[in-house]
């Protein structure tokens, strides 16, 4: 029976077998590891030291931070995502594992679980990973309970600022110990230091995660030009996220309306994983580019949703940022974030819908007089170094399971 396991019954029978049973195998035709014709079975890498996993989110927020620390990695490592945005990761296919969501398939939780179950088993069996790090804000049962029967370290990295009321009522986040080994916390601008409940599992701190440094941003001129902005016009980035769980649409209304005649020019960032695409009329300009942080010096400002990857970026980036906090999220605390992270120069935030189009003005007022995207500005914040400082930590753990 444990040949079942082996890369050739993964590559044929699995596709065949077991996603036929539950309906979804047009869904794995696009996953490296499924795909035929292209390798034969024992090409399979199963050399591989670290597996990362991501839930699938509202955004790319979990996606980006594991390919940020991926980048900074030295041992050998693969992505296990339940994410739609992988695609527009510049990652080579055989670094990918993508498992759809049940929102995705449209399954019930409860085959679905079963489902990323087995599948997950097998992953582990194949590539025999020394640890899994898990980003999200839930480990699934699969994911835990197949970690330990097959005895694999698993770290959670999580992520700070979630809601009161969701800390307190998460078994997982009060009693870590019953779900893995250790646990991982990304700085965050907008989050005092939060020591964990539990003494019981080891807690490590490091500095805010972010996909681009600063000192790696474009100078003015070459982001407008490879944006194919105009290099005399000054421009306002409108990144907003998805939209998938609130009603960003309202929000764009008033601020396109806001800039209107004000010598401003809206630029709307297309969301990679939004179910809809963003419409320009006009003087409007539309744009795909992910990660967008290297280019931030092509803007005079920017309007932002408080999330995680937002909030870091743009305090250290330095940004003449309005950030408008989503409140309909499961967990993150978004308001909190956005409050704390306004003590920064050049942050302020929307509490309510009301003061929105004062704020719009306070910031161009604000990106009129201080000219932040110079190129000739030096920041005064030291560069976040969680990407790498984590991925040092991994390669710690590893070396002491070796030792």
Known sequence: MKLIWRAPFLRYALPNIFLSRFGFRR????????????????????????????????GLGHLTRVSAIQKELGARSKIYTLSSGFKKLDLPP???????S??????????????????????LKVYKPKVVVFDGTFIYHGVYSQCFQNRTTLVWMRRGCWK????????QYRNPHRYCDEVVVPGDYGEKRVELDSCRVPAAFFDPVIVSSPSAQYDRQTAKNEL????????????????????????????????????FYPVMLNNPVSNSEATGVGDIVIINKYP????????????????YNSVQEAVSHRLNALLIPNLDTATDDQLRRAINSSKFEGIDYVDSKDNLREKLCSLLRQAELDPQQSDTVVNPIPEPRGAYQIARYIENVILGMSN
């Not at 009161?164 to 078994?171: G, H, K, Q």
């Not at 010096?297 to 999330?307: I, L, R, T």
């Open 228 to 263: 194919g902005l105009d290099a005399d016009k000054k421009y306002v980035l409108i990144q907003l996220g998805a939209g998938n769980i609130n009603d960003i649409q309202s929000d764009i209304s008033v601020i396109l309306d806001q800039l209107s005649g004000t010598g």
């Open 164 to 171: 009161e009321e969701v800390a307190t009522n998460s078994d």
């Open 292 to 307: 967008i942080s290297p280019f931030y010096k092509a803007f005079d400002a920017v309007v932002m949703a408080a999330g």
């Open 102 to 123: 049940y929102g995705t398939l449209g399954m019930g939780k409860e085959e679905w679980n079963a489902a990323l179950t087995d599948h997950f088993g097998a992953i």
């Open 27 to 58: 869904y794995f035709s696009r996953i490296p590891l499924f795909k035929r014709g292209r390798r034969s079975p024992c090409s399979v890498d199963t050399d591989v030291d670290v597996l990362f996993v991501t839930s699938n989110g509202a």
């Open 94 to 100: 055989d670094d990918l594992i993508y498992f759809p």
